[in-house]
């Protein structure tokens, strides 16, 4: 992705490959808070329009990643926190649901490893998916998370502890070096 790109999003093809790029992605992420898969995409669609509306220019695409999932994870927290009452999932909203889910974790290991990242708490699961499924840096972690560096990877560590935990009570080992970073 270029610089040229990032910083014109009001251009359709700019817009049409950031989105190709990044719109799944956040929409997974998001999905993580909301458990609700149009929640999450109606979501990653207003991160979009913010971000064309406010014309922000970047200088690398660090830097853009860091703030569309830091808008994201803002709108994610804001739409638990508005939200009134609890609406039992449709056999559609799950069929979607699964959808994306086969679609990032394809693979029977990466689909336990999500599965078994699901049980955790949120705080857990946001540090170990911006480390590992988005292959971000500690300090893009933090800046997201808006934590230390330090308190940033204390955490990394306590949510691998955990999911270990987990991926050991149901019985799935992962293989020597793979929970290494």
């Given at each position: ?20 790029e ?27 329009v913010?971000?064309?509306?406010s ?10 990643r ?12 804001n739409h ?31 689909k336990?490893?999500y ?12 540090v170990l ?35 270990n ?11 020597e070096?793979e929970?290494?970073?």
């Amino acid at each position: 992705m270029t610089k040229d790109t990032l910083s014109d999003l009001s251009n359709e093809k700019a817009l049409e490959s950031v989105l190709d790029e990044y719109g799944d992605r956040l929409v997974a992420y998001i999905n993580a808070f909301t458990k609700d898969v149009h929640a999450a995409e109606d979501l990653m669609m207003d991160v979009f329009v913010a971000l064309i509306k406010s014309n922000l220019r970047f200088e690398s695409e660090n830097q853009f990643r860091a703030y569309v999932y830091k808008c994201a994870k803002s709108r994610a927290l804001n739409h638990l926190k508005h939200q009134r009452r609890i609406v039992p999932l449709s056999d559609e909203v799950l069929n979607d649901n699964y959808y994306i889910e086969e679609k990032f974790f394809s693979s029977l290991k990466k689909k336990k490893l999500y599965d078994a990242m699901d049980k955790l708490p949120i705080k857990y699961k946001q540090v170990l998916y911006l480390s590992y499924i988005e292959g971000m840096k500690p300090c893009e972690v933090a800046e997201i998370l808006e934590l230390s560096l330090d308190a940033t990877k204390s955490l990394k560590q306590r949510a691998k502890k955990k999911l270990n935990g987990v991926l050991r009570k149901e019985n799935f080992v992962l293989e020597e070096g793979e929970n290494e970073d």
